[in-house]
């Protein structure tokens, strides 16, 4: 469960290994917008 408070956030995911570490290069997905009312 993630909190926001309310209005536009933007979100993008960044793909890690077992310890949490980011790959290299980096491998991220597409940013996406949303709105909290």
Same mark, same amino acid.
């Given at each position: 469960?993630? $909190?926001l408070?309310?209005?536009? +956030?933007?979100?993008?995911l ?5 310890? +949490?570490?980011?790959h ?5 997905? $597409? ?7």
């Open positions: 469960v993630i $909190e408070s309310p209005g536009e +956030h933007t979100l993008q960044l793909l890690g290994d077992f310890a +949490h570490i980011p290299v290069p980096p491998m991220v997905s $597409e940013r996406i917008t949303i709105v909290v009312e």
